[in-house]
Structure formats: C-alpha cells, structure tokens
C-alpha cells in the first residue's frame, strides 16, 4: 500500500501568541517574599530544604496532581463476595504525592525534627505544596495538627511518634505494621454543625481509657486515615478519642462509611459520612474536656487553612503574571497596558500580604512554648487571618482567572481547579462567623490576647501615617475600652487583620508596605481589584511578585 502523502499545512494550524508552559518553575526561588518571610520568623536553617520542595512543587508536584484530580476517589464498601471492607480508592498519583509530601516532611517536620523554626519551615513546605496539590493537603494538615492532641494520652506515644515520622504507607492495614501512619478528624455531625457540643454520638466505657461509639459524623476527612480524632457524649460529657480504622485487637474496627461527599473541589481528597457501630476508641484527655483536648488541633488546621488560601492566591497570581507577560492583545503584551499593570500589582500586594500573615503566625506558633506573648498572640491572630485571608481568595482567583480571559476558565489553566479550591478553607474549621466570635472571645476573655497584639501594631508606630491613623481606635478596641458588638465583628476583624499586615510589611521592609498601607489603610482603593491609586509604581511591584 502507499504511504499516504503528507497533508499541506494550512495557516489555521499555526500556534501563536500563546505562553509557554508555565512548569518547570522553582517555587521557592521565585518567591522573594516568603523566602524573607521565613527568615524572618526563624526557619532559614532549613532553606536549602524548602528549595528541594519547592523545585519539585513547580514541576513535578504539578504533573502528577492531574491525574489526582481527574480520576475522583472511589468507595468500595463491599468486595466482591460481599463482605464489607469500606475502602476508598485513589488514583497511583495520590499515594505518589502523599509519600512524597510526607518524605520532604509536610506532614511531620514540626515534631520529627522539634527544633526552633521546625513549625514555620512546615508551615512553608504545606504553602507549597497547596499551590500544586491542594488536597492531598487536607490529610497531611489533620497528620500534622493531630501530635499535639495524642500527646494528651501516654499510652498513644507510638501514634504520634509515626504520625510525625517521615515515612507513608498507604495499605489498608493495623497501625502497629506501618512506620508512618495518617490522621483523620469527624467533629461535625448532621444536627450540630460548627455547634460541636451538640453532638449525640454515644461514646460507653468499657474498662480503663477504652469506650465504644454508636452514632454519625456528617464530616469525616480523610476517611483512609489510620485513626481519627473524634468527638463523643460521654459519662462526664463531650470527650475526645483516637478511633483507629483497625481494632486493636485484630480485625477491622466497626466504622461504616456510609458515602463519599460529591464536593465543588477538593477532587483528589476524599471526605464521608461516617456511622460507628460500638466502634472501638481510645479516649484522649480527660471525660468532659473534648473541645478543650481537640483545640490545639483546630489551631493548627486553622493555620494551614491560612497557608492553603495564601498559596491559592500566590498560584493564581504566578499563572496571571506569566500569562500576561507572554500574550499579547492590541500591539503589546498583556502585562504592559496600564489597566492590567494596576490588577497585577493589586493582586501582587495582596498575596504579599497574606503569606507575611500567614508565616507570622507560623512563626507565633513555633515559638508559644518559650514565649507567653507569642503565645496570646497566635490565639487571637490564627482566627484573624483565618477569616480574612480565606475570605479574599475566591475573588482574587476569579480575578487570576479574567486575567487568562476564556483560558482562565479551561481546566488546563489550572486555575478552574484552585477557583474550586478556594472556598473550602474559608468553610473548613469553623466560617467566618466562628473566626469573628473567637476575636470577641479572645478579647473578653484573654486580655493578654488584646495586648500582644496592639504591642505587634505598635511596633509599627512612626513608619507610615496611613497606619499610624488606624492605631488609636484599634488601641481602644484591643484594651477593652470601647465595646465590640457582635454585629459589628466582621467589620473589626477586616480592620484588625489590614492593620496588621500592613504592619508587618513595614517592620520587615518590604518593598511594597507603603503600597500597601496606602491603598488598603488611607482609603486609596476601591471594592474590586485593579482599583490602585495611579501614584504607586504598578510594574516593581509585579517584578518582585515573578521574575520575568
């Protein structure tokens, strides 16, 4: 047979004016402000670490994340002779990301290797890797989170000590034959909601610390964790237990997952509705004290809801950059007409913005231990940026995506999937009315909070006049002597956490503080991005954001 002549080109095959492939990419290389933001906050001992990951995040991470994300987990809760296993399935990718994150230590750094500055580099590398997976982000956070909790119970020292190790092992198998094991949590149920001591799950003792559960969870994350933190009625009231997925003594233990959850994003995760049938479980802390016992826990979920959010926006914006310096539309590229220069620097202080917060609260974190300022401060800035960072990323992604124009709104883009992303974290571990009402809380309460926070704008004091004006009511907000109304919270709480980023710009230098304060502090912005006053230098302030 004859081999069948080449077809002529035609002019419609052409490819042009269209960006190169945004991968490879060195995310921590082109990240000048968390670079300085984790030196800052005293995590530079482990920068050639978050290098290698953030290398691999930009490249590889993003390869095999595709794939994750298409092919949704599955639940299989019979095998095929009819006897229940419960298992959920996942594309090879996920157990490929999963094993990788845990190496690099995303999931266990802060407790693998407790060392000052161990919580803020973890908090860099869980920034990282939600830029290019964030779901696999939900169990390693819970991992992460879970240490602090276990450590309530001594006899459940060998679950922490593997929680924090470096190593995953993704068989459906007892805890005591892997050396690294996952964590879940199941808090919410139908009734309750955010209203956890509403619960109704049933926990009966049956000899020493171990109970047996009967009862629901509405929301069950990361249902082929190894063990899960959950919440019950017991005799003394709501307490908290370690419900492994294997009887300790033998066998599978008597948890049902009853569906997986048909979520807007959040595609390579799977979460469930869960039912114990006197399922096994080990109580942690004591009868009574569960909210109590889990807190740390949520304090730390809360954090990296604040880091996954920071890196939705640092994504976004990266994809935007790259795309706008690359297309070109009325004669020039995108990036160099003055409207689009005034969206990709708003954009570029915002994100700025969020991850100086984020790391300063990581940093808060790491250092609570040694310091009780740093410790009231963490409390009462955690729910802080938790409500406000979460709250700006669905529309700064929106904006991401008008920026690509149609592209934006092709799964290819990628930033379909980080617009579905984005809601979750705002959502997850309690919406913006817990955050708001924990402020309120925190300031009645815990004056202590109040006070380590007005010393943390003060610090500021003298360096910018848009600031210093927000000071005096803040000051008066802070030390009790004006009342908050509860109505009233989300508008202080957005002035709270303005304040104290514009505030932590200035003290670290960035380049762009004064920007910042005077669009978001001295009233020169508008309610939609791309709304900069013309004064301030919109190109800088992009190139800081992405080398070209």
């Known amino acids: ?13 052409a490819v042009a004016n269209q960006p190169p492939p945004f991968a490879p990419r060195d995310l921590w290389a082109d990240d000048a402000a968390l670079r300085e933001a984790v030196a800052r906050e005293g995590g530079e001992a482990f920068a050639a670490r978050l290098q290698r990951y953030g290398a691999f995040a930009g490249d590889e991470l993003l390869a095999l994340s595709l794939d994750a994300h298409r092919d949704k987990p599955r639940l299989r809760s019979h095998d095929a002779f009819g006897h229940r296993i419960d298992k959920v399935e996942f594309h090879p990718n996920y157990h490929a990301i999963m094993g990788a994150a845990i190496a690099h230590g995303v999931a266990g750094l802060s407790w693998h290797e407790p060392v000052p500055g161990a919580h803020v580099a973890r908090a860099a590398l869980s920034y990282l890797h939600h830029q290019s997976e964030p779901g696999t982000s939900c169990p390693l956070t819970m991992t992460h989170a879970s240490a602090p909790v276990l450590r309530h119970a001594p006899a459940l020292g060998e679950w922490m000590r593997k929680a924090a190790a470096p190593h995953y092992d993704g068989r459906d198998v007892a805890a005591a034959d892997k050396p690294g094991l ?13 209203d956890v001591r509403a619960n109704q799950t049933v926990a009966t003792p049956i000899g020493g610390d171990e109970y047996e559960l009967v009862g629901h969870k509405w929301f069950f994350s990361a249902p082929m964790s190894d063990g899960f933190l959950v919440l019950g009625q017991a005799p003394g009231g709501l307490t908290c237990f370690l419900l492994p997925r294997w009887h300790p003594h033998g066998g599978k233990n008597a948890l049902r997952l009853m569906r997986l959850k048909d979520k807007l994003g959040d595609w390579s995760n799977a979460s469930s509705e869960v039912e114990f049938h006197n399922a096994w479980a080990q109580r942690v802390g004591e009868e009574g004290r569960g909210v109590a016992t889990i807190i740390e826990m949520v304090m730390l979920t809360r954090l990296d809801c604040m880091l996954g959010s920071a890196g939705e926006m640092r994504m976004a914006l990266s994809q935007a950059l790259h795309h ?6 009325f004669g020039k590229p995108l990036a160099e007409h003055a409207l689009m220069r005034n ?93 708001c009402l924990d402020v309120l809380r ?7 909070a109040g006070q380590a926070l007005l010393a943390e704008l003060e610090a500021a004091h003298g360096r910018d006049d848009w600031l210093d004006a927000q000071l005096d009511p803040l000051a008066a907000a802070l030390s009790g002597r004006t009342p908050l109304p509860e109505a009233q919270m989300r508008s202080w709480v957005e002035r709270l956490a303005l304040a104290l980023q514009g505030a932590l710009l200035l003290r670290a230098g960035s380049p762009v503080a004064a920007a910042f304060c005077r669009s978001r502090l001295g009233g020169g ?24």
């Open 1 to 13: 047979m004859d081999t069948p002549a080449e077809l002529p080109p035609f002019a419609t095959h």
């Open 182 to 194: 996952t964590l879940g949590m199941g808090m919410t149920e139908k009734q309750g909601g955010s």
């Open 324 to 329: 706008t310096r690359h297309r070109r539309a």
């Open 343 to 435: 969206v990709l620097a708003d954009l570029a202080l915002e994100s700025e913005a969020a991850t100086a917060l984020a790391i300063r609260v990581a940093g808060a974190i790491d250092r609570a231990p040694r310091d009780p300022g740093e410790a009231a401060l963490a409390r009462i800035a955690t729910a802080i940026g938790k409500y406000w960072i979460c709250k700006r990323a669905p529309a700064f992604v929106n904006e991401a995506q008008e920026c690509l124009g149609g592209a934006g709104y092709v799964e290819e883009s990628l930033l379909p999937r980080i617009y579905r992303q984005a809601p979750l974290n705002s959502i997850w571990e309690g919406s913006g009315n817990i955050q």
């Open 442 to 448: 925190a300031l009645a309460r815990e004056p202590e």
């Open 525 to 548: 912005h508008g309610l939609g991005f791309g709304t900069l006053p013309d004064e301030l230098d919109f190109v800088a302030i992009a190139q800081r954001a992405l080398p070209a």
